[in-house]
T-cell receptor
Framework: AQTVTQSQPEMSVQEAETVTLSCTYD???????LFWYKQPPSRQMILVIR??????QNATENRFSVNFQKAAKSFSLKISDSQLGDAAMYFC??????????FGTGTRLKVLA | NAGVTQTPKFQVLKTGQSMTLQCAQD?????MYWYRQDPGMGLRLIYY???????DKGEVPNGYNVSRLNKREFSLRLESAAPSQTSVYFC??????????????FGPGTRLTVT
């Protein structure tokens, strides 16, 4: 069965610094998609970034980028120039197209002024 | 375009009471989902509907029933609420049944407390 693991329940970063959130997953599929979602205090889930497994190039969206290591089954999120508005829960998610999306347990990010 | 809407936003029930959580999307999405979110456990899938007319159990279906009323609406029913069902419930949808490229679009959530 596929699993997604986020081993850091909580992380802190100084404003303007860089932080990396970890995510590992387990699957026997060769083609799948990975996502990072942000959940601010408002509870609304917002897509941050997505990665297609067959693409070697790491996805980037403005200050957000991923380090995708397919062989190691690792999918970490790097936030550069952290801002106070980045404070939120971050969830890593996986799907292989079987209608089901599997989520990790989340990492709470605190941004210190 | 409201996206995914959920009602109510908050609800308090007594043990044994029943209620239905409503979810609707106006994006013409095929697939819809119900999750519960508990501290330290992430989002767990309760039920999903791959397309209109079909529903399937997820990871934690016990104590819940669902109805895919039409393409837009997917409701979640608690027949006899229990304190273990205290949680935040999210409805989500995706555009295509078999295309995993698309992320899930989430509603704002319902915070349910069962006393």
């Amino acid at each position: 069965a596929q699993t997604v693991t986020q081993s850091q329940p909580e992380m802190s970063v100084q404003e303007a610094e860089t932080v990396t959130l970890s995510c590992t997953y387990d699957t026997s599929e060769s083609d799948y998609y990975l996502f990072w979602y942000k959940q601010p205090p408002s509870r609304q889930m917002i897509l941050v970034i997505r990665q297609e497994a067959y693409k070697q190039q790491n996805a980037t969206e403005n200050r957000f980028s991923v380090n995708f290591q397919k062989a190691a089954k690792s999918f970490s999120l790097k936030i550069s120039d952290s801002q106070l508005g980045d404070a939120a829960m971050y969830f890593c998610a996986y799907t292989s197209g079987t209608y089901k999306y599997i989520f990790g347990t989340g990492t709470r990010l605190k941004v210190l002024a | 375009n409201a996206g995914v809407t959920q009602t109510p936003k908050f609800q308090v029930l007594k043990t044994g009471q029943s209620m239905t959580l409503q979810c609707a999307q106006d994006m013409n999405h095929n697939s819809m989902y119900w999750y519960r979110q508990d501290p330290g456990m992430g989002l767990r899938l309760i039920y999903y509907s791959a397309s209109e007319g079909t529903t399937d159990k997820g990871e934690v279906p016990n104590g819940y029933n669902v109805s895919r009323l039409n393409k837009r609406e997917f409701s979640l029913r608690l027949e006899s609420a229990a304190p273990s069902q205290t949680s935040v419930y999210f409805c989500a949808s995706t555009p295509y049944s078999a295309n995993p490229y698309y992320e899930q679009y989430f509603g704002p959530g319902t915070r349910l407390t069962v006393t």
